[in-house]
């Protein structure tokens, strides 16, 4: 399984890519509004430090409208991918834009038809929200299952379309995105850095440095 970031700021973005094992970016308007810098500004800084998928959603709410936009960010970069929202507009644009060899990241997912609907249209990755499922459903496996049905589905019918999972909260949605057989995690800052951690790792780094010193 794939890492990738899913942050548009800058400084996390920096610090992460020095660590050597992320894959690919992920934005929405959310983190780029959190960031402080318009999502041109965002794509210029973020393809000279990852050089894997990018990807950029579009504001747009018409297919034609989507279309038009997704070119733009298109033509900044290769690694530029165009996140499309799962809507009717956006199955329409998705078919588009991969008939124009554009690469497309369906986003806001939270069925296995939604997951269909994005794969028949072409979508290069689509991406099921695990953590937002889990929040409205009051568990802690909805999204787990989620991710099951879609990779299940992918492979009964030989979808070449890849799973990001996406909107994970904590350690236990990375453990289940693995579980899952999710191609990609996309992982925001706070979980990326607690990903190294254990109070094992720390207490047994001080027995080892002491040891080291006699
Ligand atoms: O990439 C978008 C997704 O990960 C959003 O996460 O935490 O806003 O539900 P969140």
Known sequence: MKIFADTAIISEIEEVSSW??????????????KSGISLEDAIRKIVNLVDGPISAEVAEADAESMVEEAKLYSRMHKNIVIKIPMTIEGVKAVKLLTALKIKTNVTLVFTASQALMAATAGATYV??????LDDLLQTNDAGYILLKEIKDMFKTYNFKTQIIAASIRNLEHVNQSLKA???IATIPYKVLKEMVKHELTDKGLEIFREAAKK
Do not use: C, E
């Open 127 to 132: 991406s099921p929200f695990m953590g937002r």
């Open 20 to 33: 050597g094992i992320i894959s690919g970016v992920t934005t929405n308007p959310s983190l780029i509004a």
């Open 181 to 183: 057989g999710a191609d």
